[in-house]
């Protein structure tokens, strides 16, 4: 089903995808400049060009929908909206600065695939041990 906003959307991520491909981009474009932020979105200057167009690509889809819902079925307000979206890429960025912290994960999703993990129940069993 398509929604409202999807082509607004698209749009901008096509358009973004052949200007960045096809054209050098000025040193003052949002897709490259280093902006004086403040400190809690000082992550937005790690992000390279595909990850601002990704970026602000999700942030418009978060602004065109007209209802947010929670899989609860409560209502949510564009402002939280925006504000979870903007915490989940510092948190990205944050994590994949730590070369260290990016292979922990991986290690434990291989670990997952493989079964080499332990249960709640065990966990619990061996803390109480303890």
């Known amino acids: 089903m398509k929604k409202e906003g999807d082509d607004i959307v698209k749009k901008l991520?096509?358009?973004s995808s052949v200007y960045v491909a096809g054209e050098p981009l000025p040193e003052d474009s949002l897709l490259?400049?280093?902006?004086?932020?403040?400190?809690e979105?000082?992550?937005?200057?790690?992000?390279?060009?595909?990850?601002?167009?990704?970026?602000?690509?999700?942030?418009?889809?978060?602004?065109?929908?007209?209802?947010?819902t929670l899989p609860n079925g409560r209502q949510r307000t564009h402002i939280k909206a925006i504000k979870e979206y903007l915490q989940g890429w510092q948190a990205t960025v944050e994590l994949e600065s730590s070369p260290e912290l990016v292979e922990a994960v991986r290690q434990?999703?291989?670990?997952?695939e493989q079964g080499r993990f332990a249960s709640r129940e065990e966990v619990e069993e061996f803390l109480n041990a303890v």
Do not use: C, H
Not at 48 to 65: D, H, P
Not at 108 to 112: A, E, K, L
């Open 32 to 39: 490259v400049a280093e902006f004086d932020l403040p400190p």
């Open 108 to 112: 434990g999703i291989d670990d997952m």
């Open 41 to 68: 979105f000082a992550w937005f200057n790690e992000l390279n060009v595909q990850e601002r167009i990704y970026f602000f690509t999700g942030l418009l889809e978060v602004l065109a929908k007209p209802e947010l």
């Open 13 to 15: 991520s096509e358009a």
